[in-house]
C-alpha cells in the first residue's frame, strides 16, 4: 500500500491506530480461520474424506463449482490480508532476508492452501491431508509474520522500506491477482458456461433441463457482497500500476474501468431476474470487459516485478 511505504507512521496517529486495529482484526481472522476450517473440512481423515468424496464406500467428487468458488472467494479474502500484512511487516527494521524469506513462503503456503482443493479431486483420496498440513503450514507461517510484524511496530521499530520488498510484493498481488481472476473464469464456466443462454437458464431456470431459477435473496447475496470486494480490488489494481510506468491518470481511468464493469457484472443479474432476460447479453459483455482489463492490469503489474528501472523508482 502506498501509505505504508512511509515509516513515519507512528507520527500520524489516525492511521497508527488504524494499523493496530488492523492487526487486532487480523489476529481475530487467524483464530476464526481454526473454526472455519474445523467446521467446514474437520481434523481427521474421515471428515475430510467426506468432504471431499462425499461417501467412501461410493465416492463422488464434491462438484469443481463449488472448489471454484471457494477458491475464488478464498484467494481474495487472503490476498487481501497477507498484501496488508506483508505492506506492515516491510517497514520494520527486521532483516531483509528474513522479510523476504516470511512473505514468499507465508504467500506459498497460502496459494497450496487454497488450491489444494484442486489437486485432491483431481487425484487420490489419500491426498486429503494436503488440505490439513498446508492449512497447518499456512497457519503458523500466517502467525509469526503477524508476531514479528505487531512486535516491531509496537516497539517502533520501523524504517523506510527497500525497492527489491515493495516488487517481491507487487510480483505476489499480481500472482494473487490473475490466479483469481482464472478462478473467475472457471466460476463463470462451470455455473453459466459462456453463451447467453446458458446464463438465462442459471438465472431463470429451464424446467426442461431441470434447472431451478434463482431467487432475489440468493442474487443478492452475491451482489452485495461484491460491491465493496471489487471496489477494494480496483483500488490495489490503480494503485499498483504507476509502478508499471503507466501515468497516474491512466491508472485511475483503468481503475475506475474495472469497478464500473464490475458493477455491471453484478447488477446485470439482477435486471435479468427481475426486468428483462435479454439483460443476460449485458452480463456476458460486462464479465468479458472486466476480466480482459484486469487480466491486463494484472501481468502488467507482475512484469514490471520482475524489472529494475523507472517504474520502481515511480513506485517510490
Known sequence: MRFFISANIKKNTPLYYAVLF???????????????????????????????FMDPDFPERVSIAQVSEDFHVGIFLHSIM????????????I????????????????????????????????????????????????????????IYLLKDSIKPPQVNSLRVLSFIFGLFSLLFL????????????????????????????FIKGKSF????????????????YSLIVAHLLPFTGLRRKTSFI???????????????????????????????????????IAMGS???VLVASLKRGEGARLYL
Open 254 to 292: 483503468i481503475g475506475f474501468f474495472l469497478f464500473f464493469f464490475s458493477f455491471l457484472d453484478n447488477l446485470s443479474s439482477l435486471l435479468l431476474l427481475h426486468v428483462n432476460p435479454y439483460f443476460a447479453y449485458l452480463k456476458l459483455f460486462s464479465f468479458w470487459s472486466f476480466q480482459i
Open 82 to 93: 497477507l498484501i496488508t500484512l506483508f505492506s506492515l511487516l516491510n517497514l520494520t527494521v
Open 298 to 300: 494484472s501481468l502488467a
Open 182 to 209: 482464472s478462478s473467475n473464469f472457471l466460476n463463470f464456466y462451470s455455473k453459466m458456461g459462456f453463451g447467453v443462454e446458458g446464463i438465462k437458464n442459471y438465472f431463470l431456470g429451464n424446467p426442461e433441463l
Open 22 to 52: 488492523f492487526l487486532v482484526f487480523a489476529l481475530l481472522f487467524w483464530l476464526a480461520s481454526w473454526v472455519h476450517f474445523y467446521s467446514k473440512y474437520g481434523f481427521s481423515y474421515e471428515s475430510l474424506v467426506r468432504y471431499f
Open 217 to 232: 435473496e440468493g442474487v443478492y447475496k452475491v451482489f452485495y457482497p461484491h460491491l465493496i470486494a471489487m471496489v477494494l
Open 95 to 150: 532483516n531483509l532476508k528474513l522479510k523476504l524469506t516470511l512473505i514468499v513462503l507465508t504467500g506459498f503456503l497460502a496459494l497450496l492452501y487454497l488450491s489444494s482443493d484442486f489437486l485432491i479431486i483431481f487425484t487420490w483420496t489419500g491426498l486429503v491431508w494436503l488440505k490439513f498440513l498446508s492449512f497447518l503450514a499456512y497457519q503458523i507461517a500466517f502467525f509469526i509474520t503477524w508476531l514479528l510484524t505487531t
